[in-house]
């Protein structure tokens, strides 16, 4: 079963807007990771954060994460069309070894 | 660096048919995994091998998957026979070490399989 749910399946926005994408999980994590996988090819991955941290950013991305609410998000600011791609977080958890994949976010940034 | 080499790119076969895939990761990275990813899914983990040694298979269909890595280094996915639902990406993908906290790994552009 997969982890990670991500929320909306699909989204279409336009350039230079911003676009949010959501995940929750299940049970308690150490680490969540945000992957892109353009279409055709291989997971690309994006940013890590750790259980103990709030907030990360690297360049365009801003990940949230609130392990409260076992939720987090991922921002990315000012959209370009090469950013159409899906969006997959991926959760670690204590214990396990496997990072388990949510079913993804489909991003279309429109030109 | 070089990426994730994975072979074929593409396969199409027949019901009941036998695959092999193979991958070779980034140089001096232990930890190898192959992943399914079923269309409109995420990646599954099939297999993880640490060297040469298998750290956790739970989810390979162990009846007609197989899967190696010999020395260490290259690794190879075998599917006999397969199944109409074995259709999906196979991806393989590898880290510097084990499944520690905070390892990203990097992937291959996949093998995309067809069984009809």
């Known amino acids: 079963s997969q982890q990670g749910e991500e929320d909306p399946q699909a989204l279409s926005i336009q350039e230079g807007e911003n676009a949010t994408m959501n995940c929750s999980y299940k049970?308690?994590?150490?680490?969540l990771q945000w992957y892109r996988q353009n279409s055709g090819r291989g997971l690309v991955h994006l940013i890590l954060?750790?259980?103990?941290?709030r907030e990360k950013h690297s360049g365009r991305l801003r990940v949230t994460l609130d392990t409260s609410k076992k939720s987090s998000s991922l921002l990315i600011t000012a959209s370009r069309a090469a950013d159409t791609a899906s969006y997959f977080c991926?959760?670690?958890?204590?214990?396990?070894?496997?990072?388990?994949f949510g079913s993804g976010t489909r991003l279309q940034v429109q030109p | 660096e070089a990426g994730v080499a994975q072979s074929p790119r593409y396969k199409i076969i027949e019901k009941r048919q036998s695959v092999a895939f193979w991958c070779n990761p980034i140089?001096?990275?232990?930890?190898l995994y192959w992943y399914q990813q079923i269309l409109g899914q995420g990646p599954k983990l099939l297999i993880q091998?640490?060297?040469?040694?298998?750290?956790?298979d739970s989810q390979l269909p162990k009846d007609r998957f197989s899967a190696e890595r010999l020395k260490g280094v290259d690794s190879t996915l075998k599917i006999q026979p397969a199944k109409l639902e074995d259709s999906a990406v196979y991806l393989c993908?590898?880290?510097?070490?084990?499944?520690?906290?905070?390892?990203?790994?990097?992937f291959g552009s996949g093998t995309r399989l067809t069984v009809v």
């Open positions: 993908a590898s880290s510097l070490v084990g499944d520690r906290e905070g390892q990203s790994r990097t």
């Open positions: 991926a959760t670690g958890h204590t214990g396990r070894r496997a990072l388990t």
């Open positions: 954060i750790r259980s103990n941290e």
């Open positions: 049970t308690s994590i150490n680490n």
């Open positions: 091998f640490q060297n040469n040694g298998v750290v956790d």
């Open positions: 140089s001096g990275h232990a930890t």
